[in-house]
């Protein structure tokens, strides 16, 4: 028997204020989905492409991992990121973050792998880092291209 592939199927954000969360991702474009039976207004569940994105209560996501609730820390050592199909994208992401309640760490700038990326943080702190990778090409689907793949 082979062990199953690691694959990416939901991302979980613990976040102190779902309301104010879910508002901020749908203001950004995602489409929110139902919730499942029994969970309305304890967990938000939003398409991100082949990636589910889901709110839930910061210390309910501590507690059911088994962990303390620490505060955040400024920087977790993670980041999300969206590519974008053009320089000017970036930009226009992270200024409609900021109009919806993020805080714009890094503007989109030229980046030094010769492309375009900045950064913002959602209500709760969590990092996005919204670039344009001319390597990094587009499928049909929207998904992004590996070299190799």
């Known amino acids: 028997m082979t062990a199953p592939d690691l694959r990416l ?12 969360a879910a508002a901020f991702y749908r203001a950004l474009g995602l489409r929110e ?7 309305a207004g304890n967990v938000a569940f939003f398409h991100a492409g082949n ?3 889901s709110l839930f209560p910061r210390d309910r996501l501590a507690a ?6 620490t505060p955040p820390q400024a920087f ?16 226009d992401l992270i200024a ?5 309640g993020g805080r714009v760490v890094k503007p989109a700038q030229k980046a030094f792998w010769g492309g375009t990326s900045g950064y ?22 929207g998904r992004l291209v590996l070299a190799g793949a």
């Open 9 to 20: 199927h939901l991302v979980t954000l613990g976040v102190s204020d779902l309301a104010r």
């Open 64 to 69: 059911d991992a088994t962990l303390d609730d």
């Open 33 to 39: 989905s139902a919730a499942a039976e029994g969970e």
């Open 120 to 141: 913002f943080a959602d209500p709760d702190g969590h990092l996005w880092e919204v670039a344009h990778n001319p390597f990094f090409p587009f499928d049909a689907e």
């Open 96 to 100: 409609r973050a900021k109009a919806a």
């Open 51 to 53: 990636v589910v994105l």
């Open 76 to 91: 977790s050592g993670v980041t999300l990121a969206c590519n974008v199909g053009s320089p000017e994208e970036a930009g």
